[in-house]
């Protein structure tokens, strides 16, 4: 299957400084990519879908100015979460879809996650 | 947009035996429908996936099944080994690039 890649895999911070974590497509082009917030034992929740070459459409109650995304090309996508505070703590990953034969709709290849721990 | 729901939260079965997940879609337009497996600390795969313009699918020791008019698909594991212990979750897909979850089953399967 393809490989979507996420760096990095742990990160600590201290409240008030910012994070950025990528997420590469590493041999498709994903034209589109999505972030998901995972909290524990709880599901993927969507905060995101990340478009290349335009501006990234946030789901209801997600802080795009909290939550930078950019999508400058079509293998990397980046989530930067500004002044993190200790709430934002989580598991963040990102997934990316490949046209498969002409069809759209079709398998997401999950990066490997960041565990975010603001302190 | 589309919501899944997801039953049950988790569920213990003894080796061997079955496991079945359900979830539910509310999106009339949703046509595809993945199922990941996540393990504790590790991304999710892909074990099965249906689309809208079939009822059923089967791999090995794996199925599921969809009911497009109650809008519900479920997952069928059979024989079922320690290994298949992990957080099962569905997800419907309602436009070519959107993918909605349900909120996971965790599966323990007692040796």
């Known amino acids: 299957g393809a490989v979507v890649s996420q760096h990095p895999s742990r990160v600590i911070c201290k409240s008030g400084t910012s994070v950025k974590i990528e997420c590469r497509s590493l041999d498709f082009q994903a034209t589109t990519m999505f972030w998901y917030r995972q909290f524990p034992k709880q599901s993927l929740m969507l905060m995101a879908t990340s478009n290349e070459g335009s501006k990234a459409t946030y789901e209801q109650g997600v802080e795009k100015d909290k939550f930078l995304i950019n999508h400058a090309s079509l293998t990397l996508s980046t989530l930067t979460v500004t002044s993190a505070h200790p709430e934002d703590s989580s598991f963040y990953i990102c997934?990316?879809?490949?046209?498969?034969?002409?069809?759209?709709?079709?398998?997401?290849?999950f990066g490997q996650g960041t565990r975010l721990t603001v302190v | 947009g589309e919501n899944v729901e997801q039953h049950p939260s988790t569920l213990s079965v003894q080796e061997g035996d079955s496991a079945v997940i359900k979830c539910t879609y509310s999106?009339?337009?949703?046509?595809?429908f993945p199922w990941y497996k996540q393990e504790l600390g590790k991304r999710p795969q892909l074990i099965i996936d249906?689309?809208?313009?079939?009822g059923e699918k089967k791999d090995q020791r794996i199925a599921v099944t969809l009911n497009k008019t109650a809008k519900h698909f479920s997952l069928h594991i059979t024989e079922t080994q320690p290994e298949d212990s992990a957080v099962y979750f569905c997800a419907a897909s309602p436009r070519n690039n959107d993918m909605r979850f349900g909120a996971g089953t965790r599966l323990t399967v007692k040796p």
């Open positions: 999106d009339s337009a949703s046509n595809y």
């Open positions: 249906i689309r809208s313009n079939v």
């Open positions: 997934s990316a879809r490949r046209i498969t034969g002409g069809l759209l709709n079709t398998e997401a290849f």
